[in-house]
């Protein structure tokens, strides 16, 4: 039987579920993902779609698209963020935060060349995405 990992928005209105594990960890660094967690870098949990399901509050979920890349999601009564959708990578990026009993254990830096916050932890750092997700497969120094 797979894990299922419970999470929140800030005010609780919205409850959302992770089943299994992640498909990867870490964090990012691009200037859009500063902005929407307004903090320095922001760490994410990516899952299969069909293993993330809202569970309460629905209702409330509001979604805002600057590109077609993310589909970032939070909560109309709270603002909390919950979690973004990834259509091109077939993806959805629970935040870290949202659920604190899923043990985060980032294996990855993306989009570090856009970083300002340098973080010396031995992770790979790429200078955009791998190039399994359209990036350019380049790494930069820590």
Request: overall charge negative.
């Amino acid at each position: 039987m797979s894990k299922t990992y419970k999470g929140q928005c800030f005010c609780g209105a919205v409850e959302i579920e992770a089943t299994g594990e992640p498909a990867g960890m870490g964090y990012c660094h691009c200037e859009s993902c500063r902005a929407w967690s307004a903090g320095p870098v922001n760490a994410f949990t990516l899952w299969a779609p069909d293993k993330v399901k809202v569970v309460k509050g629905a209702e409330h979920i509001r979604q805002y698209n600057k590109t077609e890349n993310s589909d970032r999601k939070w909560c109309d009564k709270c603002g909390g963020h919950l979690m973004a959708g990834h259509p091109g990578l077939g993806l959805t990026d629970v935040y870290a935060a949202v659920i604190p009993d899923l043990e985060f254990a980032p294996g990855i830096h993306v989009n570090y060349a856009e970083t300002v916050l340098r973080m010396k932890d031995g992770l790979p750092k790429m200078k955009d995405f791998p190039s399994e997700f359209g990036g350019s497969g380049e790494t930069v120094p820590e």
